[in-house]
C-alpha cells in the first residue's frame, strides 16, 4: 500500500512540478499528462482486485524516461522527469500483503448450492 501512496504522491507533484520548475511547454505537457495518469493508476491499484493495474504505471514511467530524448527537455526539468519516472517504474513492482480474499467468482455459488 505503501508503494501506491507514494505513487499518487508522485502524479501529483507532476501535476505542480511545471509550476514550481518554470518548465518549458513541452515538459509540462508531458507532466501534466503523466501526472493523471499516475494518480489515476495509483488509485485504482490500492484495491486487491484491481492491483494488477499497477504495471499500467511502468508504461507511464517510460513514457517520462523517453520524454526528454524527444522533446529536447534539459537541466532541471529533466532530472525531475527521469527521476520521477524510475520511481514510477520501480514502485509498479511491490505487491504488498492482501488484506482480504474475494468469494471466488461463480465457482463459490454453485458449490454452495450443491
Request: some cysteine; overall charge positive; charged content about 10%.
Amino acid at each position: 500500500m505503501w508503494a501506491r501512496v507514494i505513487t499518487i504522491a508522485l502524479g501529483i507533484w507532476l501535476m505542480v512540478a511545471p509550476v514550481v520548475l518554470s518548465s518549458t511547454s513541452v515538459t509540462g505537457v508531458c507532466e501534466r499528462t503523466a501526472g493523471p495518469v499516475a494518480i489515476f493508476v495509483g488509485v485504482l491499484s490500492l484495491r486487491a482486485v484491481t492491483r494488477p493495474l499497477r504495471a499500467i504505471n511502468v508504461l507511464t514511467g517510460m513514457f517520462l524516461l523517453i520524454a526528454p530524448w524527444v522533446g529536447s527537455i534539459t537541466g532541471a526539468q529533466q532530472v525531475n522527469v527521469e527521476l520521477v519516472g524510475w520511481a514510477l517504474i520501480v514502485l509498479s513492482f511491490p505487491r504488498g500483503p492482501l488484506g482480504q480474499r474475494m468469494g471466488g467468482g461463480w465457482s463459490a455459488i454453485f458449490q454452495q448450492v450443491v
